[in-house]
C-alpha cells in the first residue's frame, strides 16, 4: 500500500483546509522579504535645491515648480530633472529667481540640499547615497538580496530533506524575521548591506520547501486546485509591504512591522505535522501511521487497519545515506535524462525569474502612485493564481507554460510601442505582462515539483530555484539600463527573455495528472509511460 492510496481513503476534508490557512499564512509571508528592498533601498525622485527660488521652509518646497525648467537641467530619455546638477548663476552671486539670471550653457554640481518629490526615509537619503553616480550601490541592495536566495536556497532544500519539510519551513520564517528585525537598527550602508545578505539566505527556502509541504499532502487531481489556492497568498504578502510603506514612509518602521509578526511562525512546531513522506523516508513508519490517524480524524474518515510495521510503497532505499546531497547529485549526473531535464528547467527558472523580478521592481517607475502602481502588479497575481487553475485543467503543463511565456513576450512588445501620453494603456498593457509572467511563474513549481522524485524532489527544486537566481540578481541592475539608454531597454530585455524561454520549455516532459515519481526510475519515465495514479495502484 502507498501513502497516495491511503490518501484516497481519508479524503480531502477539514484537515486539509485547516493546513491551507496554515500554509497560507507562510507563503504570504515568505513574500516579505523578496519585496521590501523596493522600498527600503528605493530610488527617490528629487532635484538640488535652487537658492532664492525655493522657499526657506522645506515644507514648502515644491518638486517641480513652473520655474525649474530655466533652473535645472532635464534628463532627456526620463523626462525628469537632474538630482544633483543645476544651471550656473550669472552673476554668481544673485538670489534672484528670474530666467535671464542663469546660464543653461554652464552646469555645476549641488550637494547642499535636495527637494524630494515625496517625504519619505529610504536608506538613500539615510545614509547620503544621493546623485545617479550612486545608484548601483541601491540597486546593488536587490542584487544582494537574490544573491542571498542563490546561496539560501539549496541549502533549505539540504535542511528540508535532512532534518524535515517542517523544521526547515519554521527555522528559516522565524530567523529570518529576527534577523531583518535587527537590520532595522542598521547604522550605516555596509551593515545594512551584510544583514540584507543574512537574511535573505534564510528565508529563501520558506516558500519551496512550504510548497513542497504542502503538495505531499494531497493527491494529485487535487494538486492543481491546492496549489492554486495556495498561490493566491503570495501577493497578498508585497500587497502588504507596500500598504505599510505608504502609511510609515520610513524603512526602519517598514521592516518592524512587516517581520514582527513572522515571530508568531513558531508555533508551527505544535499545529503542523510533518511530511508523511519525508516521514517514511527516514523509516519512521509508525509516525506516518499517526500522521494518516490523525487526518482521517479530523477529516471524519476510516482509516484501513495499518499494522505499525507497515512500510508504506513511495520509496525502498538500501543505501541510508542516499538523501544526502552528493549522493542525489551523482544520480542526477549518472542520469542523462535527469541531467538534461535540470539544465533545461533551470533556463526556464532564469528567464522566469528575471521578467517576474525585473517588472516587480519596475512596477514602481510607471508614472503615479508607486505604491498603488505596486500593489496593482501584485494584485494582478491573485487571479493568476486562478487562472492558472484553470488553464492547467485545460492545458498540458508545457503548454500553458509556453503560452504565458509568449504572451508575456509580446505584451513587452507593445508597451514599448505606446506612446508615454496614454499612461492608462500602458498601465493595462503592464498588468496583463505582470499576469502573465505570474502565471507562468505558479505552472513551473508545480511542474518542477511533478518531474522529480520524492527522495531528491526538494533538493533539485531547490538546485532549479538557486539558479534561477541568476536571473533574478540581474533584474534589480536592469534600472541601470534604463539611466542610460531609457525605459524601453527593460521590456526589450524581458520580452526577449520570454520568448527564448516559451522555446525551451516546449522541450521538457508532460507531467499533468501523474503520480508524484518516487524514484529516479520512474522519473525517467515520465512521458514515455506515464504513470497515473490508477496505474500505480494496481501494480
Not at 421 to 432: G, Q, Y
Not at 433 to 443: D, E, G, Q, V
Request: aromatic share 10%; with cysteine.
Amino acid at each position: 500500500m502507498n501513502i497516495d492510496s491511503v490518501l484516497v481513503t481519508v479524503g480531502m476534508g477539514r484537515y486539509q483546509f485547516a493546513g491551507c490557512v496554515l500554509f497560507g499564512f507562510m507563503i504570504m509571508y515568505s513574500n516579505v522579504s523578496p519585496v521590501t528592498y523596493i522600498f527600503t533601498a528605493g530610488d527617490l525622485k528629487y532635484r538640488c535645491t535652487i537658492p532664492g527660488c525655493d522657499s526657506q521652509n522645506p515644507a514648502e518646497r515644491i518638486y517641480e515648480p513652473e520655474w525649474l525648467r530655466f533652473t535645472t537641467p532635464y534628463r532627456e530619455n526620463t523626462g525628469l530633472p537632474h538630482k544633483c546638477k543645476r544651471y550656473s548663476r550669472n552673476p554668481a552671486n544673485s538670489s534672484q529667481c528670474l530666467q535671464n539670471v542663469f546660464d543653461n550653457n554652464t552646469i555645476e554640481l549641488c550637494h547642499d540640499g535636495w527637494v524630494f518629490e515625496d517625504n519619505e526615509n529610504t536608506i538613500g537619503n539615510e545614509f547620503e547615497l544621493m546623485c545617479e553616480e550612486n545608484k548601483w550601490k541601491l540597486s546593488m541592495v536587490g542584487t544582494v538580496n537574490n544573491l542571498g536566495q542563490f546561496i539560501g536556497i539549496p541549502v533549505s532544500g539540504i535542511i528540508a530533506d535532512k532534518f524535515g519539510r517542517k523544521f526547515a519551513m519554521v527555522f528559516c520564517a522565524v530567523t529570518s524575521a529576527i534577523i531583518c528585525i535587527i537590520q532595522s537598527f542598521s547604522v550605516n550602508y555596509q551593515m545594512f548591506l551584510v544583514l540584507e545578505l543574512l537574511s535573505s539566505i534564510i528565508s529563501s527556502g520558506v516558500y519551496t520547501v512550504t510548497i513542497i509541504l504542502a503538495m505531499e499532502l494531497v493527491l494529485p487531481n487535487h494538486r492543481v486546485l491546492y496549489y492554486s489556492i495556495l498561490e493566491c497568498f503570495y501577493p497578498i504578502g508585497a500587497i502588504l509591504v507596500a500598504f505599510i510603506a505608504s502609511l510609515v514612509k520610513d524603512w526602519r518602521l517598514l521592516l518592524q512591522i512587516a517581520n514582527i509578526p513572522g515571530l508568531l511562525f513558531l508555533s508551527y512546531f505544535w499545529l503542523m505535522e510533518e511530511s508523511m513522506r519525508w516521514l517514511e523516508m527516514q523509516g519512521k513508519h509508525d509516525r506516518v501511521i499517526n500522521v494518516l490517524k490523525r487526518i482521517a480524524g479530523i477529516n471524519k474518515k476510516s482509516l484501513p487497519v495499518l499494522p505499525s510495521n507497515t512500510q508504506m510503497e513511495t520509496i525502498n532505499y538500501n543505501d541510508e545515506n542516499d538523501a544526502k546531497y552528493v549522493s542525489i547529485l551523482k544520480d542526477v549526473i549518472g542520469s542523462p535524462t535527469m541531467l538534461c531535464r535540470l539544465i533545461r528547467c533551470s533556463l526556464v527558472w532564469i528567464a522566469i525569474t528575471l521578467v517576474y523580478y525585473g517588472l516587480t521592481i519596475c512596477a514602481t517607475d510607471i508614472a503615479g502612485d508607486k505604491y498603488l502602481n505596486f500593489s496593482l502588479a501584485s494584485f494582478v497575481e491573485i487571479p493568476a493564481c486562478l487562472l492558472n487553475w484553470l488553464i492547467m485543467e485545460r492545458m498540458s503543463r508545457k503548454m500553458s507554460l509556453s503560452c504565458m511565456f509568449v504572451l508575456s513576450g509580446l505584451s513587452s512588445v507593445l508597451y514599448n510601442s505606446v506612446p508615454e501620453s496614454l499612461l492608462l494603456i500602458k498601465l493595462l498593457i503592464f498588468l496583463i505582462n505582470k499576469l502573465a509572467i505570474s502565471i507562468a511563474f505558479c505552472i513551473i513549481y508545480l511542474l518542477t515539483v511533478e518531474i522529480f522524485p520524492t527522495r531528491m524532489r526538494a533538493t533539485l527544486l531547490s538546485v532549479c530555484s538557486m539558479i534561477g537566481r541568476i536571473g533574478s540578481m540581474l533584474a534589480p541592475q536592469t534600472t541601470l539600463l534604463a539611466e542610460y539608454f531609457g525605459n524601453y531597454v527593460n521590456m526589450f530585455v524581458f520580452g526577449t527573455t520570454a520568448l527564448l524561454a516559451a522555446a525551451i520549455t516546449m522541450t521538457l516532459p508532460e507531467s499533468k495528472n501523474i503520480k508524484l515519481p518516487d524514484t529516479v526510475v520512474e522519473a525517467e519515465q515520465i512521458g514515455i509511460d506515464r504513470l497515473l495514479p490508477e496505474n500505480v495502484e494496481n501494480s
